[in-house]
T-cell receptor, first 113, second 112 residues
Framework: DAGITQSPRHKVTETGTPVTLRCHQT?????MYWYRQDPGHGLRLIHY???????DKGEVSDGYSVSRSKTEDFLLTLESATSSQTSVYFC????????????FGPGTRLTVT | QKEVEQNSGPLSVPEGAIASLNCTYS??????FFWYRQYSGKSPELIMF????GDKEDGRFTAQLNKASQYVSLLIRDSQPSDSATYLC????????????FGAGTQVVVTP
C-alpha cells in the first residue's frame, strides 16, 4: 500500500460545509496526487504536489484547494461542499525513482447531502 | 482534448482462457502507459507499466504497446476467478509529467 493512509475513510456532510481530507505517507515521497473517481469518468486528477508548498492544478480543480506544509501530509479541502463533489477520493504517490508509476491509498468515500 | 478510451465491458472470459483488453489514446506524444486493477470498493493497484513499443511480460500479464497506432493492450493468460475486476488504462500525456489520464475501465468477469 506504499505506506499511504487516508482519513477519514467515509464522510457524510451537508451542502455548503467545508470538508478537509487528509493523505498521509510515511516514506518521504516527493510527489503526491489527489484524484476523484466517479462512475463513467474513471479517475480524474484534482491537484498534485511536487514538494512541500509546491502544488499545481489538475483536470478538475474547481471547488478544491490543497496544502502541503509537510512532506508526509497532503490535504484536500472542499471550501463549500456541493452535491457534485460526492465521490470517492484517492490519494496517490510516485516513489520518485525516475519512473512515473503511481500508487494509491485506500480512498475516502464522501457523500454531500 | 486528450482522451483515453476503453471498452466498458463486461468482458466475460472462461476460466483458463486469455483475456484481452484494449486501450486507445489520443495524444500521439504520450510516453508512459500503465494498467491498474481495481476490485469493487478497493483502490487501484498497479499491475503493469510500459514505456517502449513492443511487449512486456510479468507473470500471467503481458502489456503490448503500439505508439504508431496509439493503443496499448493487456493480456491476461490462464484467467482465474480472482482476475475478475475492473482494469484501468492510464497514460501520461505529452508535457504533463505525472498528470496521468485514465480510461473509464474495462470490467472483466472470469467464469468458472
Amino acid at each position: 500500500d506504499a505506506g499511504i493512509t487516508q482519513s477519514p475513510r467515509h464522510k457524510v456532510t451537508e451542502t455548503g460545509t467545508p470538508v478537509t481530507l487528509r493523505c498521509h505517507q510515511t516514506e518521504n515521497h516527493r510527489y503526491m496526487y489527489w484524484y476523484r473517481q466517479d462512475p463513467g469518468h474513471g479517475l480524474r486528477l484534482i491537484h498534485y504536489s511536487y514538494g512541500v508548498k509546491d502544488t499545481d492544478k489538475g483536470e478538475v480543480s474547481d471547488g478544491y484547494s490543497v496544502s502541503r506544509s509537510k512532506t508526509e501530509d497532503f490535504l484536500l479541502t472542499l471550501e463549500s461542499a456541493t452535491s457534485s463533489q460526492t465521490s470517492v477520493y484517492f490519494c496517490a504517490i510516485t516513489e520518485g525513482t525516475g519512473g512515473l508509476e503511481q500508487y494509491f491509498g485506500p480512498g475516502t468515500r464522501l457523500t454531500v447531502t | 482534448q486528450k482522451e483515453v478510451e476503453q471498452n466498458s465491458g463486461p468482458l466475460s472470459v472462461p476460466e483458463g482462457a486469455i483475456a484481452s483488453l484494449n486501450c486507445t489514446y489520443s495524444d500521439r506524444g504520450s510516453q508512459s502507459f500503465f494498467w491498474y486493477r481495481q476490485y469493487s470498493g478497493k483502490s487501484p493497484e498497479l499491475i503493469m507499466f510500459i514505456y517502449s513499443n513492443g511487449d512486456k511480460e510479468d507473470g500471467r500479464f503481458t502489456a503490448q504497446l503500439n505508439k504508431a497506432s496509439q493503443y496499448v493492450s493487456l493480456l491476461i493468460r490462464d484467467s482465474q476467478p480472482s482476475d475478475s475486476a475492473t482494469y484501468l488504462c492510464a497514460v501520461n500525456p505529452t508535457d504533463s509529467w505525472g498528470k496521468l489520464q485514465f480510461g473509464a475501465g474495462t470490467q472483466v468477469v472470469v467464469t468458472p
